[in-house]
């Protein structure tokens, strides 16, 4: 039903005026206009000789742009010529992927239409707008508007009635995003009414409407706002009907809405109810809404007189496929032959319980006991090239991982669901180790506020690592003998893991506002028949403003600690993977990927092809028990030359942070690493694609030395405690590039 609206317009005597001007200069030229039919008709004749020309820029000029120039370019028709080749990248090659614009004086003079309402939207009326068209190289054109803001009407009463008996309306008057002293915003007049719509909605008041009304004065320039709501009785559910349903029962159904018989009908539970439904994979389409009144339980025209009315929640389903295959295979150099397959069972045992079974295996033809191809097809293992028995190990060895997976999508209500796991393995890299190991994981999440996670994950798992002395000391941290022996051993990896994570960040197709944060706390202790032993901490949170016009600041602060726990084998072994690293593209930029933090460095010795020997000095990033991490950045929209999109943005970044492993006295303790850079954004329907440059005044961290003879075995002790290489470098080689797809902060 369209909302009535209802306005009064009082034009000041200079309005008038300039009308009465514009009649009698157009009374004036009928004999003219008449006299010379010649003349170039339609809109804009001034500039007819341009016409069909290409549109080299478009520019806007004002004393002051009380409207963004970038605003303005979504708002208007007329484009400057670009290159987009496959529609997406900023760059021709050649002629192809360049879109020409041509001017069409039409089209130019509805965009100065657009503008003026573009303004009046914004609260300035009587906008002046002059389209302006010059030559341009190589028989082009270009086009700048040149605009006179009109005068600011500004808010000077809101009155929100009808509502007045309602708890909680004195909230709704601060809510709504028209206040007084401000300007008349058209988009701010519309979201108010949608606000106080909305809040009856959810405040069981499904037929509520709300009429708006308005009043300007030109000539005072100011306006004057009433929304005149009519909220309707209070409607309860009182029946629910399903439709659709093949697989699913009406119970499970029933399980996944927030929605109850009994209570007020409120708009967010029809809109999480129909949430939760698509978060089931057995669902292809669903609809959660108040049924026609032909399925009413008790139709509506008989309880019009009533305070409260009951009315039938009609809820629809198209169900997906339950089972889905999916098998693949492929060769590469390091794994010879490989394949992997799934089978997905979204309706495990009825309820919409997910069961997901995967399977690898690679090696195929090089590992026992489907072996036979290592001087052929998968030369990388060729026997001959085998320095130690642990190489030989670790080539024969075949890959394989099998994992079955269970999601309990709603336990305890509509907030809860259940997450299980169980897997084993053997994963190995030619010439460095080779691991195997069984476990699983059981865990609980629960959204416990809008956007908002929190999760309890246990999981458990025994296995070992067998690798050549060199890759314990690089990847580990672990180069003494005695516990590298001791880490072969088959181990427990038990843990407990806490998190909380928010995120309520507006994309569009950048980070433009909002914030968000995830906070997790892990324990491994022999409490838990675990092996390791340690308690971390860890916190990351973003925050993007919107500072000035299309400006968009961004701050990040995220550290991480070990309160227990060491990286050694005595008093409280730290995974691998449990460490904390620094570098890459979404830490410290002017870092590569892990460069950053504890470093030690190993001389490996390795024959040439001509019996000779070379020596390398291997660097290796072994991760750290403390961190921390601060970033700021600043986007900005670019404005090349064929490149007017908002698609496309600048970044200009300062990054701060270390890694430090506070127990270990063989490792140095630097201070905090400053890299500022620069960088590009341009979004792709697969996320947006970031290129970033980084300077790194510092190189690389001086760490301890260690020794590898022939045959892969480790020196007894280190040849040097602090080793520092050489950081000689000229200013391109301080910059470290790193592209990825997402954002950074």
Not at 365 to 370: K, N
Request: proline share 6%; hydrophobic share 40%; net charge neutral.
């Amino acid at each position: 039903m369209p909302v009535p609206t209802s306005s009064a317009l009082r034009l000041r005597p200079r309005a008038l005026l300039a009308r009465a001007a514009a009649l009698l200069c157009a009374l004036a030229g009928l004999a003219a206009c008449a006299g010379n039919r010649a003349a170039a008709t339609g809109p804009l004749p001034q500039f007819a000789q341009y016409e069909g020309r290409e549109v080299r820029s478009v520019d806007f000029e004002a004393d002051s742009l009380v409207v963004p120039a970038d605003s303005l370019r979504r708002v208007i028709t007329t484009q400057p010529s670009r290159c987009r080749a496959l529609g997406i990248l900023p760059f021709c090659i050649g002629s192809f992927g360049e879109q020409k614009y041509e001017l069409d004086l039409g089209v130019l003079s509805r965009d100065v239409a657009r503008i003026q309402l573009a303004h009046r939207d914004a609260g300035y009326y009587g906008t002046r707008v002059l389209p302006l068209v010059d030559e341009a190289p190589d028989d082009g054109v270009k086009v700048t508007f040149r605009i006179e803001p009109g005068d600011r009407v500004s808010v000077t009463s809101v009155l929100i009635t009808g509502a007045d008996s309602i708890e909680g309306i004195e909230r709704i008057r601060e809510a709504i995003p028209l206040d007084e002293g401000e300007p008349f915003r058209r988009i701010d007049f519309l979201a108010s009414v949608d606000t106080v719509r909305n809040w009856l909605l959810n405040q069981g008041y499904a037929y509520a409407q709300v009429l708006r009304n308005y009043e300007i004065d030109t000539i005072a320039d100011v306006a004057r706002v009433e929304l005149n709501a009519a909220p309707g009785p209070v409607v309860v559910v009182d029946s629910i009907r399903i439709v659709g349903l093949y697989r699913l029962s009406p119970e499970t159904v029933r399980r996944q809405m927030a929605i109850r018989t009994g209570r007020p009908l409120r708009a967010t539970d029809l809109v999480r109810s129909q949430r939760n439904l698509f978060d089931l994979e057995l669902v292809n389409f669903a609809a959660v809404e108040v049924a026609p009144e032909r399925l009413q339980l008790t139709p509506d025209s008989a309880e019009l007189e009533n305070d409260t009315i009951g009315s039938t929640v009609l809820v629809r389903i198209v169900e997906a496929p339950r089972y889905a295959v999916d098998v693949a295979g492929g060769y590469a150099t390091r794994d010879c032959f490989r394949a992997q397959g799934s089978h997905l069972d979204r309706n495990f045992i009825g309820g919409a319980r997910r069961l997901e079974l995967t399977g690898l295996v690679a090696k195929v033809g090089v590992a026992s006991p489907v072996d036979g191809l290592e001087k052929s097809l998968c030369n990388a293992f060729n026997p001959d090239r085998r320095q130690t028995a642990q190489d030989s190990l670790i080539a024969d060895q075949i890959n394989y991982r099998l994992a079955a997976n269970f999601l309990q999508p709603r336990l305890f209500g509509t907030q809860t669901s259940v997450v299980a796991g169980l897997f084993t393995e053997q994963i190995s890299e030619l010439d460095l180790y080779v691991r195997d190991g069984t476990g699983g994981q059981v865990g609980i999440v629960r959204q416990i506020a809008p956007q908002t996670l929190a999760s309890l994950t246990m999981e458990v798992q025994r296995g070992r690592t067998r690798a050549s002395d060199y890759f314990f000391c690089i990847a580990f941290e672990v180069c003494r003998p005695a516990d590298i022996r001791a880490l072969e051993r088959p181990r427990w990896s038990n843990s407990l893991s806490l998190g909380l994570t928010q995120s309520r960040v507006r994309i569009d197709p950048f980070p433009s506002g909002g914030h968000q944060f995830r906070t997790t706390v892990d324990y491994a202790s022999p409490a838990l028949g675990s092996d390791d032993q340690y308690l971390r901490l860890f916190a990351d949170g973003i925050a993007h403003r919107r500072i000035a016009g299309d400006l968009v600041l961004s701050a990040r602060l995220m550290a991480g600690t070990f309160l227990t726990g060491l990286l050694n084998e005595e008093t409280g072994y730290i995974p691998p993977e449990r460490r904390f690293y620094g570098g890459g593209p979404t830490g410290v930029r002017g870092f590569r990927f892990n460069e950053l933090g504890p470093t030690v460095y190993v001389v490996r010795p390795r024959r040439t092809s001509n019996d000779g020997i070379l020596v390398d000095t291997i660097p290796s990033s072994t991760g750290g028990t403390r961190t921390v991490l601060a970033s700021a950045e600043l986007n900005f929209p670019l404005a090349l030359p064929l490149l007017r999109r908002p698609s496309l943005r600048g970044a200009v970044f300062l990054d701060a942070g270390q890694v430090w492993d506070t127990r270990d006295s063989t490792l140095t303790r630097p201070g905090i690493r400053f890299t500022p850079g620069v960088g590009g954004r341009f979004a792709t329907p697969v996320g947006p694609i970031r290129l970033d440059v980084g300077y790194n005044a510092y190189g690389r961290e001086p760490g301890p030395l260690y020794g590898i003879n022939e045959r892969g075995e480790l020196l007894p002790e280190p040849l040097l405690l602090r080793y520092q290489p050489d950081n000689r470098r000229g200013f391109l080689k301080r910059l470290t590039l790193q592209v990825s797809v997402g954002n950074a902060l």
